[in-house]
């Protein structure tokens, strides 16, 4: 792989915490991600995305870094780090890790600098604001982890911008210093072998330099939100701010001093306005990719998938998703779903479907098993947003709990407790129990990641055909016909100008000028001649 080896890669995000504990703690560490990466290798991914892995307090799980260039002790070393890419390599992995420039930890001692007075020579390298006559913050912005986006510092009696925790001090990136120091920690990881960097809230590093305040979603007719009042507003003026743009051409033109190097920046804004930022952003040399979190909710139905990914096309016909179902954020797919059908059916349809999109993908640690949401009790929590916003949303954790190798205790993570939870439901998807068994959800993300590879899934050029729900229908390159039913119920469709079976399917029969699929069932078929497809 080499060149623009990341068009049509997928890649596996490993949490680190989570994946495997090699020192004994309870806690994942690069010693043990490095023991499991044939793992990896032998599913058949081409790069792996490390979460966060330096030093940080870990009040919000690794996101609060307190240094840039070294590696937490909870993780190892940075000569375990070595190890791990060369390791990769070896294997024929590609390394991303995670790079959370918008913000620090309040314990970096930037942050620690710039608060002791209004003068120092760091005074400005954060996002501070005098009060309001009244007291009040400089104006109406909210913090996506609940309450105001501004906290109180008694020191320089002025606020300073958090979009996160308190704890999560924004950087001011308005300052050209910021831009050259975040310039000089990238180059610091990829003159250590990383093949590119996951760009964390890739369109917060600017905010608006008047402090103007947001308004509301537009058309939002509900005065309550559904948990978070983050939710209420149009984020317009404290983040996705056209700085931003400059800013990340200033990154590209850095990694393309190197060779074969990679960036996705994550995404995170409303509906609405998320697929022309992943235009904008991919536009051009700027992001490689955009990592999209449109096909991270709830939604299950042919129009809400082709609608993204056409969307996204239109608007950026240079420019490259990168699609995901799953991640440390979100519920797991197989349970956001489950009412769709048996929770393997919906784990292999997912598979074969997101495998299809055009565009790179990135699955989530223990997709490949069909795992699930682990139910969390309040006295499990770790995650911030849940103890904030109990019982109506339970933060994070149901999807971060610890990798499972084996039917174990521990299910094979570690050998003590672990920091979260290995349960019943959980330890049965496990890797052992799924190895070489064939009908198996991890055999079948196998044999649908060789067929990717092999065939035009990985390429550029999709079509979709116009017809009803609940089925998805596209052509790949020119010769490949995907036909998803996204129901419980079976659907008949008749077919011209079709071949047989091309790849993997799932409760699919092909007649003579005809194509049945069961409930969640799906087919790739070779077109052979004039297609048409209809109900």
Known sequence: MSGEWWRGSVTYQVYPRSFQDASGDGIGDLPGITARLPHLARLGVDAVWLSPIFKSPQADMGYDVSDYCDIDPLFGSLADFDTLVATAHDLGLKVIIDQVISHSSDRHPFFAESRASRDNPRADWYVWADAKPDGTPPNNWVSVFGGPAWEWDTRRRQYYLHNFLTSQPDLNFHNPAVQDWALSVLRFWLDRGVDGFRLDTVNYYFHDAQLRDNGPVPGRKENLPAVNPYEMQDHLYSKTRPENLGWLERIRALLDEYDDRTM????????????????????????????????????????????????????????????????????????????????????????????????????????????????????????????????????????????????????????????????????????????????????????????????????????????????????????????????????????????????????????????????????????????????
């Open 264 to 535: 996705v920046g994550e995404v995170g804004d409303a509906p609405w306005r998320a697929v022309q930022i992943m235009a904008d952003y991919t536009s051009g040399a700027r992001l490689h990719m955009a990592y999209s979190f449109d096909l991270l909710g709830p939604e299950f139905t042919a129009e809400h998938f082709r609608s993204k990914i056409e969307g996204f096309f239109k608007g950026a016909p240079d420019g490259w998703p990168m699609w995901a179902f799953s991640n440390h954020d979100v519920i797991r797919h197989a349970s956001r779903w489950e009412n769709y059908g048996p929770v393997d059916d919906v784990a292999k349809l997912a598979c074969a479907m997101l495998l299809s999109f055009e565009g790179s993908i990135c699955l989530y640690q223990g997709e490949e098993l069909g795992q699930t949401e682990t139910d969390i009790l309040y006295e499990e929590l770790t995650d911030p947003p849940g103890f904030k916003f109990w019982p109506e949303y339970k933060g994070r954790d149901g999807c971060r709990t610890p990798m499972v190798w084996d039917g174990s205790e521990f299910g094979g993570f570690s050998n003590v407790k672990p920091w979260l939870p290995v349960k019943a439901p959980q330890r049965a998807r496990n890797v052992a129990a799924q190895d070489g068994v064939a009908g198996s959800v991890m055999e079948f993300y196998r044999a649908m990641l060789a067929y990717r590879k092999a065939s035009a899934l990985s390429g550029r050029g999709t079509r979709f055909i116009d017809i009803e729900e609940p089925v998805l229908a596209f052509v790949r390159g020119d010769a490949l016909l995907c036909l998803f039913n996204l129901s419980d119920t079976a659907v008949t469709l008749t077919l011209d100008g079709v071949g047989g079976m091309s790849g993997p399917s799932q409760a699919a029969r092909v007649t003579a000028g005809a194509v049945t699929l069961g409930p969640l069932g799906f087919a790739l078929l070779d077109v052979t001649g004039d297609l048409r497809v209809s109900l």
